[in-house]
């Protein structure tokens, strides 16, 4: 009984071998469609078993077509080319040699099986599975969707990409290894696929109009024409450095994670999860709006930094500059060095941690600015308007080369050993400064064109000018003041009232062992 199965199933693999054929394109129908049997030799469509050779000619493929293997475009005197309007599945190898050319040009096409293309692809729409290599020119750049199911598109030549990529089912991978041209792509991912990712860290891209990518993705020379914008839905990793140009936007949103550094003056938007930026010599804008951007590298320059919602993080051992910080609403969080040329407190910002050396500092917000680090400022200081909460390690300190001013309402108030406010250089104030619980010290001079009062803290300075009408008082506070200069002041320190005529000099009003419990100069 056995031997009779052995012997039935060697009769089936006769059967099958005999039915496969090498089938040759001849065209000699004259319609050039590919299920026409005459236009092949021998007279037959090839099907499933049938390997396939179309040396030269144009070949329409309406309906489905399944062959074995396919050869195409391997004479030098004519091209071969092929256009797939329905499905076209290679069970084994599809070869299109360099004078080859396939065409997908439909919705409907589809292209599956291990091919290797050194002419040709033009993809305008469908879809591709499998494994496709495309070593020459590929031409991706209609409007309509193309699709990448299950499997692999690799462009190692040179190539161009337009319009709606979606990638689908399991582990679809678009892999650029070559040099590509992206006009308005908006890369998706359909729904239940897994795996998905865009990889061109061995390759080069050039965007040249506004692009939008939502699947996870590898980035290698990445380059922005001008205009050119591109959007990051989702999670991106850049090789090599990103060179923005300055009218093109770089914008993340929504859960994406980004790791890149960035070249150019253009514009970088973060307000997504979370962004981390490599060592940086960027001289345009970084808006960070998001949950969290991480400067790290042994340097990082930027242009313009804007630390809003979310936070800002300078790692330790990074030296970080910027011609303009401004932090409204978000925290700037410093564990290295940070100097920049303009400082900005807007809204309810905050700042902790190490040093920040500022030469220009502008305060201006209705609200509470917290300060729970240093701030070292050496040309000026412009308070427009400020509520500042000073935490433990909150400090402010106005150089001895510094002409600063106060033109609104400013207030300090806090925890109690808090360094506080000082002082070194020259400072106009031209509105109200109250300060509770923060020392306001320093051996700088004030001009007074409106009142200064601290309660519970200390007040020193080296000289104070005070205008008709205004005052210097404290309560529960100490004073230290070389001199205060007026036309005429009258001072009271606790129950001692006295008059001085042009100036009061070497006040000493120690805070041991006890502070007084109020003193006033007033002119």
């Known amino acids: 009984m056995k031997f009779f199965l052995a012997v039935a199933a060697l009769v089936a693999i006769a059967s099958t071998l005999s039915s496969a054929m090498s089938i040759t394109w001849t065209g000699y129908a004259g319609n050039n469609q590919f299920n026409t049997a005459n236009n092949w030799y021998p007279n037959s469509v090839p099907g499933p078993n049938d390997d396939v050779t179309i040396h030269n000619g144009t070949v329409q493929c309406p309906q489905a077509v399944s062959i074995n293997s396919l050869l195409m475009g391997d004479t030098l005197d004519a091209k071969a080319k092929v256009t797939a309007y329905n499905t076209f599945n290679v069970f084994q190898q599809l070869n299109c040699l360099q004078n080859g050319e396939f065409i997908l040009p439909a919705g409907s096409s589809a292209l599956s099986g291990t091919v290797s293309i050194s002419g040709k692809l033009v993809f305008s729409s469908g879809s591709v599975s499998g494994s496709v290599t495309v070593s020459g020119d590929a031409d991706l750049s209609g409007a309509a969707a193309k699709t990448i199911s299950s499997g692999q598109l690799l462009l190692s030549g040179s190539s161009k990409i337009g319009g709606v990529i979606s990638l689908a089912g399991t582990q679809p991978n678009l892999v650029i290894t070559g040099i590509s041209k992206w006009t308005g792509v908006e890369a998706l991912v359909a729904p239940q696929t897994t795996g998905a990712l865009f990889d061109t860290t061995k390759g080069s891209v050039e965007l040249i109009s506004d692009t939008s990518l939502q699947a996870n993705g590898k980035f290698g020379t990445l380059s922005l024409d001008a205009g050119a914008n591109l959007t990051l839905l989702s999670n991106v990793s850049f090789s090599n450095a990103l060179h923005i140009h300055n009218t093109s936007w770089v914008t993340t949103v929504g859960t994406a994670v980004t790791s890149i550094s960035i070249r150019g003056n253009g514009n970088f938007v973060s307000s997504s999860a979370s962004t981390t930026f490599g060592a940086q010599s960027f001289d345009g804008m970084i808006a ?32 970080f500059s910027a011609s303009l910080i401004s932090i409204q609403n978000g925290l700037f969080a410093v564990s290295g060095s940070v100097s920049v040329g303009q400082l900005n407190f807007l809204k309810a910002g905050q700042l902790q941690g190490t040093t920040v050396k500022a030469k220009h500092l502008y305060v201006m917000t209705a609200e509470t600015f917290t300060l729970n680090g240093g701030v070292a400022v050496s040309d000026s200081a412009n308070i427009a308007l400020a509520t500042i909460n000073f935490g433990g390690m909150g400090m402010l300190s106005l150089g001895p080369n510094s002409v600063s001013q106060i033109g609104g309402a400013f207030t300090l108030n806090g925890a109690g050993n808090a360094a506080g406010f000082s002082n070194n250089g020259k400072i106009t104030v031209s509105g109200p400064v109250a300060s509770t619980n923060i020392n306001i010290v320093g051996t700088g001079d004030w001009k007074l064109q409106s009142s200064l009062a601290v309660e519970s803290a200390e007040l020193s300075a080296n000289t104070i000018h005070l205008s008709a009408g205004q005052s210097v008082q404290g309560s529960n506070s100490c004073v230290s003041i070389k001199t205060i200069a007026a036309g005429t002041i009258k001072a009271k320190i606790d129950a001692i009232s006295f008059q001085c005529s042009g100036a009061c000099t070497n006040i000493n009003a120690g805070c041991s062992p006890m502070p007084t419990d109020s003193f006033t100069f007033s002119a």
């Open 288 to 319: 960070c709006v998001g949950v969290s951007c991480v400067f790290g590298g042994a340097t990082s320059t930027v242009g313009n930094l804007v630390v809003g919602t979310g936070s800002v993080t300078v790692t330790q051992g990074t030296a």
